[in-house]
């Protein structure tokens, strides 16, 4: 990494609410490298954030180079946040960027979460925003959501990291998007293979602006208060603007669990030590898993299969719809039971010493909600 | 006080607007509902509504009473997804 030269900032120098060593000092997670993210990034360069990690599973298509400042045709086939760190590392070669390629469920971590001053999500679909929703939650990392169409950007900031509750991400979601997200799945927790996913439009116009908002609320630019969630709304063919409150609501299925903020527990996946029973109160114990399970698998004209064992405790969300069809009658008949919370001594009967295949899961104890981080395997 | 509180709904783009006489027991679902279905806006888009004269979002499933008073001006705005 080279010096930074001080002469390059000596615009920013001059502005009295931008401090360019906090700046430099910042660590910034970007999650989505399409057209907002690409945006975002150019911003957090350009303005010398010390730290930006760019997540995003996908590989760049040549519809993305009308939106995307970062990308070229060269480019097509190769995994987008990869060439968006690249581009954006030329901006400012003093700069920390990195690719981190993969779904950002799994990669992003929450031991290191934490480390991070704000979380970026420009992701392009409901569920993935729900998730990171929940793990910027329980990691206490401030959350800064931004979304777009042709005509409208949404930028709406979750302060995540202040002791005092506030509003998530789902506070304020209507039903139709859960709806929207229930539309990919079947039998609770199957992707359906047939389900074409809603090509929403959106051009450069509004990805730069959203891009614009997202990266001056996750760096606070101006603001030195912790200000409650709220959402900028702009117009970009009108030029209006408004900013709302996003009030926290008490029976809000994203965050009223945690209560207070959530204790983080670092465990195994493994968590379950041979000859270790656990005691009457802690076997009673229900836990909550980040990804629901298949926990029954028969069919009903064949009854129990002897397949059975290739989905039973695994996670739901690893197989498709197709797993519904029994193989023996030929028909649609199979019954899958899926669920999400368990008792601890269920777990310990299904699992035994063996991993159990989530990335955290949920308790209540004493009246806190305590995650039990199993990532810890994957380092 | 009586059970009916008159307010103004408009969509985003200002281009629809209506007072209406709403009962107090409306949930913000209902207005939105309305709203899609007496100005055909887009089915397969999702709608939240915001109470634009104290700046503040209703809940979906709250009752209007409970962040609207008569006189505001409310707000339907599409749920953007796209990044």
Redesign the interface.
């Known amino acids: 990494m080279a010096s930074t030269n001080p002469s390059r900032y000596l615009r920013h120098d001059l502005i009295d609410w931008l401090s360019q060593d906090v700046l430099a000092a910042t660590r910034v997670a970007v999650v989505?490298a399409?057209?907002?993210?690409n945006e975002v990034a150019k911003n957090f360069a350009l303005l010398g954030v010390g730290h930006v990690d760019i997540f995003d599973f996908d590989k760049v298509e040549l519809h993305n180079l009308t939106r995307s400042i970062f990308l070229r045709e060269s480019d097509v086939g190769r995994d987008k946040a990869e060439a968006v760190s690249a581009r954006a590392s030329e901006v400012d070669p003093n700069l920390r960027l990195s690719a981190i390629t993969g779904d950002a469920w799994k990669t992003l971590r929450l031991r290191s979460l934490p480390d991070y001053d704000c979380v970026v999500?420009?992701?392009?679909?409901?569920e993935a925003?729900l998730k990171l929703n929940q793990l910027c939650q329980i990691a206490r990392v401030d959350m800064v959501n931004?979304?777009?169409?042709s005509?409208?950007?949404?930028v709406e900031s979750y302060p995540f990291s202040s002791p005092d509750p506030t509003a998530c991400y789902e506070?304020?979601?209507?039903?139709?998007?859960y709806e929207?997200v229930a539309q990919r799945y079947s039998c609770g927790g199957l992707k359906r293979r047939a389900h074409a996913e809603?090509k929403?439009p959106?051009t450069a116009i509004t990805a730069s602006i959203a891009g614009a908002f997202a990266a001056s609320t996750a760096l606070r630019l101006g603001e030195s208060r912790q200000l409650p969630s709220r959402?900028i709304?702009v117009?970009t063919?009108?030029g209006g603007s408004?900013?709302?409150?996003?009030?926290r609501?008490d029976d809000c299925p994203g965050c009223a669990a945690f209560g207070a903020a959530p204790r983080l527990v670092h465990a195994s996946r493994r968590w379950n030590r041979p000859g270790a029973e656990p005691d009457a109160e802690t076997a009673r114990q229900v836990l909550r898993l980040s990804e629901a399970l298949i926990t029954d698998y028969r069919c009903a004209n064949c009854g129990m299969l002897e397949i059975a064992d290739r989905y039973i405790n695994r996670k739901a969300a690893d197989f498709d719809d197709s797993i519904a069809f029994c193989a023996g009658c030929r028909q649609p008949a199979i019954q899958i039971e899926i669920r999400d919370c368990f008792r601890v001594q269920e777990l310990v009967e299904r699992f035994g010493a063996r991993p159990i295949p989530v990335k955290y899961a949920l308790a209540e104890i004493n009246g806190q909600t305590v995650c039990f981080n199993f990532e810890e395997d994957d380092r | 006080m009586t059970d009916e509180l008159k307010i103004q709904v408009r969509t985003?783009?200002?281009t629809r607007r209506a007072e209406l006489d709403l009962d107090r027991s409306s949930t913000g679902?209902d207005i939105?509902q309305a709203a899609v279905d007496n100005w055909a806006l887009p089915a397969?888009t999702?709608?939240?509504l915001?109470n634009?004269t104290t700046?503040?979002?209703l809940?979906?499933g709250d009752e209007l009473s409970k962040g609207v008073r008569a006189g505001d001006v409310v707000?339907v705005?599409?749920?953007?997804?796209?990044?």
Request: hydrophobic fraction near 45%; proline fraction near 4%; aromatic fraction near 6%.
């Open positions: 989505g399409g057209a907002i993210g999500t420009a992701v392009d679909n409901f925003r931004a979304a777009m169409d005509r409208w950007v949404a506070c304020h979601l209507p039903d139709s998007a929207r809603r929403i959106t959402r709304f117009d063919i009108g408004q900013v709302t409150e996003l009030v609501r | 985003a783009d200002q679902a939105i397969d999702d709608y939240t915001v634009t700046g503040r979002a809940m979906p707000e705005q599409p749920v953007l997804v796209a990044g």
